[in-house]
């Protein structure tokens, strides 16, 4: 038996698939536009600095006045004449929280490096006083550089060194001399014998070979950058030491030196 359906009836059934398929074409249609916007929103955010790191640091904040940028976690104090000028109901605070956050944490960096450079001289005094009478084959250390990092230069022995690399990044400590001269994990290798090194482990194995079968003997000069006081890491992407307040905790913890990105490259890497 075969069934014909009317005219009416195929009508109906043909604008119920269209209805149907019009609603699901609007639906997807919202959703690229909200997704859209919220790139478009996060991208503008990366642009002025509110990283996941930074949102951390300005949670609890709030802006107290708009004309001298005073928020409730300092540091600035509002001392405007007239009072303090209350935000607008539209008006969109981030900006103002940011170099609030800023502000603050140069406050702590600045406070840092100030007792950094106070234990550095001593520490410099103190292995002057050892190098006397040791002969010109002792292991030297100078301090050089300033803000949040410093150049150290390490006199290594000709032969093994003691420690491992990620890119030009010390991953590990592994036995002497590089443990008893003083290297730490997360410092950079900047250059061996004043030649650049690159961020590449296998061409620095090459480039360090190299040096050591053309000196033969002695000692040989190998600078890394370190940061100027604990609390600062490394940022492969940037090239930069930075508060580790800026790392996502999985970088530190899971990616380690070589590979960590601050919070802020790590959302930018994302976008390409």
């Not at 405007?80 to 406050?107: F, H, M, N, S, Y």
């Not at 000709?158 to 036995?175: D, M, P, R, Y």
């Not at 070979?209 to 492969?236: D, E, N, Q, W, Y």
Request: glycine share 10%; hydrophobic share 40%.
């Amino acid at each position: 038996l075969i069934h014909k359906s009317s005219p009416r009836v195929v009508g109906q059934i043909y604008w119920s698939t269209m209805s149907r398929a019009a609603a699901l074409a609007e639906r997807k249609g919202g959703q690229k536009a909200a997704i859209a916007d919220k790139k478009a929103a996060h991208e503008a955010d990366l642009a002025i600095g509110l990283h996941s790191a930074m949102k951390k640091l300005i949670a609890g904040d709030s802006v107290i006045c708009t004309t001298c940028g005073a928020t409730t976690m300092g540091p600035t104090v509002c001392a405007c004449v007239g009072g303090r000028t209350k935000p607008a109901a539209d008006w969109c605070p981030k900006e103002t929280l940011i170099a609030a956050a800023k502000a603050r944490q140069a406050l702590v960096k600045a406070s840092q490096v100030k007792d950094a450079v106070r234990k550095q001289s001593e520490v410099v005094s103190s292995r002057a006083k050892k190098r006397e009478g040791a002969g010109a084959d002792a292991a030297d250390m100078e301090f050089q550089g300033e803000g949040v990092e410093v150049s150290v230069i390490f006199q290594f022995p000709i032969g093994k060194l003691g420690f491992s690399l990620e890119k030009n990044a010390v991953t590990a400590v592994t036995s002497d001399p590089a443990e008893e001269l003083g290297v730490k994990k997360g410092y950079i290798l900047e250059s061996v014998e004043d030649e650049e090194a690159p961020a590449n482990k296998a061409e620095i194995g090459k480039m360090i070979m190299r040096i050591f079968k053309a000196k033969g003997t002695g000692l040989v000069p190998f600078k890394f950058r370190t940061p100027i006081t604990p609390g600062f890491s490394h940022c492969s992407q940037c090239n930069k030491f930075v508060d580790d307040s800026e790392f996502d905790d999985n970088q530190l913890a899971n990616k380690g030196p070589g590979k960590q990105m601050c919070a802020g490259c790590e959302e930018f890497s994302g976008m390409f």
